[in-house]
Structure formats: structure tokens, C-alpha cells
């Protein structure tokens, strides 16, 4: 009798381990059965390059939430490397001075600012162990502030060379999207480090227990600031192929895109209290939650009910990462 209940418990745990990839088929097949144009080719491609650029940033919100902290300012940091991009484009060749040149050099600016507010972050926080999501709600209405005053609050439309726009709307050999590419490129770097490194374990070790893992030897401070760091970069490197995308660049953009980033991370599942989750899983949060919103897409839901559906799934993955971890237990 025993040895039946652990089965049905390791049975119950094997089920809910992978439940995010259950729910992703099942919507798939549904959604087929609705509308079988979801099923093509293109459709998914899209989708893909739409989810993509969420899915960037998705990345290393695994990261930080695995270290046990979380950060809400990566929706203005899009705007603003965007916009800085477009600004130094703008006045650069106004000046005389050749626009790809202009882009590079924004696009370095953009990198080193999100590198520096990241930094910022993991300083202040590990100073005087102010809360995370104090310091990065504060830091959000900063960089937005910032964005709209350097564009002066208004779009700044297409002041990009041809190479750049290729980065939101090209697509390799014709076919793949080149924001999947980079997505899944960032995702294979991001899986090595927190797998197979030093870095990586000393991550999920401050997320389990910071102040044991210091104990251990591990530098608390740079492993907060790897992921600090992380996550801003990600956010500048998605505002890239965001504006890329849409052809301009605007201060407003991305002001709902942390809430979606986290609930990729969530649904993926990794733990909001830290020391666990999956880079692997946030791969199948990122196509469940893009799969989910081409498709209430394409049969037309209201975008009230869109809200409806997806707050429900995000809370349905915190129960269910809860159930599971008591069965853990």
C-alpha cells in the first residue's frame, strides 16, 4: 500500500513537472480544431517573432527571480534603448555623420546605460537590502521619464539603417525570423551559464539561501549583480529588435511587457521565492503565452477577455507550483 501511494505521488509530481508542455498541446490541437489556419506555416512564424522579443527579456527575468529578486523596470529600459537609438541616429546625421555609424553608437550607448542601471540595482540592493521591487518600480518611472524627455515626448519615426530594421523584420534564408534567432541564441547562452557554470549555481544558491550561500564562500554581490545586469541587457537588446520591428522608436512602448515577461518565467516554472526554475522551461512559457495570444487573435476575442484568460493562467500556474512543491515536501 505504501509503495502504491509513492507511485501515484511520483506519478502526480512527473505530471505537474511538465504541465506547462501538456496545456501548450492542448491548446495547440484546440486551437487547430478552431481555426486551422493556426496550424500553417506563416501563422507560426509569426507568432514566433512576435513572442520573441517578450521572450528576450523573459530570460533573464528566469535568472533574477531564480536568484530570489525581481525587476520591474525592463519595459522602460525597451523604450528608452529604442529611443536612444533613434535620437543618436536623428541628430547624428543631421551633423553630417553616416546613420549606420550613428546606430552603432546608440546601440552602445543603449548596452552601457542598461549595464550601469543594472549595477545600480544590485548596489543598492545588497547595501542597504532595500527591496527589489521598490528599487526597480522607482528606477521604471525613472527611465521612462528619461525616455520622453530625450525624444522630447514624441516618436521619432524610422531613423535606422537597412541592417538594423533586418533585425526585427528580416528573416534567415527567407523563412526563420531573425528576433527567433536571436532569442534563441540568447536562450542557449543562458541555459550553458546556469547549467554548467560556477556563475550559474552560485545564482540558484543566493535564490535558495543568500546568506548560506555566503557563508559557502560565494560572492553574494556578483552573483546579484550578474543578474541585475542580466536582465537590463536583455531589455535594451529587445527594445533593439522592438523598434527594429515598428520602424520607430517611442517612450510609451512596453509599459505592460515586465507583468507578461514574468508570467513566461512563472509558467516556465520558475519559483517567485527563488532557488529554482528552468531556462528550458521558460522556452515553453514563451511559445505558450505567444501560441495563446495569436490564437485568442485569430478567433477575435475581445481583448477584455484576452486579459481574463491570461491573468488566469498565470494564476493557475502559481497553484499549481505550489501544489507541487508540497507534494515535494
Known amino acids: 500500500m505504501k509503495i502504491a501511494k509513492l507511485d501515484q505521488k511520483a506519478l502526480r509530481l512527473m505530471i505537474l513537472n511538465h504541465v506547462t508542455e501538456i496545456v501548450l498541446v492542448l491548446i495547440c490541437v484546440a486551437l487547430w480544431i478552431a481555426a486551422p489556419t493556426f496550424m500553417t506555416w506563416s501563422n507560426w512564424m509569426n507568432l514566433l517573432r512576435s513572442g520573441s522579443v517578450k521572450g528576450i527579456i523573459a530570460l533573464g527575468v528566469t535568472m533574477i527571480l531564480i536568484a530570489g529578486k525581481i525587476d520591474l523596470s525592463t519595459g522602460s529600459q525597451v523604450a528608452l534603448s529604442g529611443v536612444i537609438v533613434a535620437v543618436f541616429g536623428k541628430h547624428m546625421t543631421a551633423a553630417g555623420f553616416d546613420l549606420s555609424l550613428a546606430c552603432v553608437l546608440g546601440m552602445a550607448a543603449s548596452l552601457l546605460l542598461a549595464a550601469l542601471f543594472g549595477t545600480f540595482h544590485a548596489a543598492i540592493q545588497n547595501k542597504y537590502n532595500i527591496p527589489p521591487f521598490i528599487i526597480t518600480l522607482a528606477t521604471q518611472y525613472l527611465l521612462f521619464g528619461l525616455g520622453a524627455t530625450i525624444c522630447n515626448n514624441y516618436p521619432i519615426p524610422n531613423m535606422f539603417p537597412k541592417w538594423f530594421v533586418q533585425l526585427g523584420m528580416g528573416r534567415l534564408f527567407g523563412t526563420i525570423p531573425y528576433p527567433v534567432i536571436i532569442f534563441m541564441v540568447l536562450w542557449g547562452v ?140
Open 190 to 329: 543562458c541555459y550553458v551559464v546556469m547549467e554548467h557554470t560556477t556563475t550559474g549555481r552560485s545564482i540558484y544558491a543566493i535564490g535558495g539561501n543568500q546568506e548560506a550561500a555566503r557563508l559557502s564562500g560565494i560572492n553574494v554581490f556578483k552573483a546579484k549583480a550578474v543578474v541585475f545586469v542580466t536582465v537590463q541587457v536583455c531589455a535594451a537588446l529587445a527594445g533593439w529588435v522592438n523598434s527594429a520591428m515598428v520602424m520607430n522608436a517611442d517612450w510609451t512602448y512596453a509599459k505592460d511587457w515586465p507583468m507578461d515577461c514574468i508570467t513566461m518565467a512563472i509558467i516556465g516554472g520558475t519559483s517567485m521565492t527563488g532557488g529554482s526554475g528552468r531556462i528550458w522551461g521558460t522556452l515553453v512559457g514563451v511559445v505558450l503565452i505567444s501560441v495563446l495570444i495569436n490564437g485568442m487573435t485569430i478567433l477575435n476575442w475581445n481583448i477584455y477577455i484576452q486579459y481574463i484568460v491570461r491573468g488566469a493562467i498565470l494564476l493557475g500556474s502559481l497553484l499549481v507550483m505550489t501544489y507541487r512543491d508540497k507534494l515535494r515536501d
